[in-house]
């Protein structure tokens, strides 16, 4: 099973945006949900938002506050991360994973999350 690259990520002022990408290493099996994450030096890793297998359900974090869109382009089998309006507290490495049970759970338990990418950084300057 493929795991998962992450893109996009880089150094932005506060304010400004960036676009992450979430793609499978190779062929998979049928991915159900796709999650991203982040986590800050010293901290645990936080939830950000999930979006199911054809973009019609999504979910969020409380912290994002409409400035985050989560979203899926099947044909090129990535979803994406749109963040807009950064802060400086955004600042961390951004991960995604995705469910490929066939539980159908929306969003999915955290036990069903799985193939994680190395992640991509994400800072913020202030």
């Known amino acids: 099973q493929a795991q998962m690259i992450e893109t996009g990520g880089g150094l932005v002022q506060a304010g400004g945006s960036l676009l992450l990408s979430c793609s499978p290493s190779?062929?998979?099996?049928?991915?159900?949900?796709t999650a991203w994450f982040r986590q800050a030096p010293g901290k645990e890793r936080q939830f950000v938002a999930v979006?199911?297998?054809?973009?019609?359900?999504?979910r969020y974090a409380d912290f994002v506050e409409g400035r985050f869109t989560v979203s899926i382009d099947q044909s090129r089998n990535t979803v994406y991360l749109q963040m807009n309006k950064l802060k400086p507290e955004d600042t961390a490495v951004y991960y995604c994973?995705?469910?490929?049970?066939?539980?159908?759970?929306?969003?999915?338990?955290?036990?069903?999350?799985?193939?994680w990418g190395q992640g991509t950084q994400v800072t913020v300057s202030s």
């Open positions: 979006v199911n297998w054809n973009g019609i359900h999504t």
């Open positions: 994973a995705t469910d490929r049970t066939t539980s159908h759970l929306f969003p999915p338990p955290p036990e069903h999350l799985d193939y």
């Open positions: 190779g062929p998979t099996s049928t991915i159900y949900a």
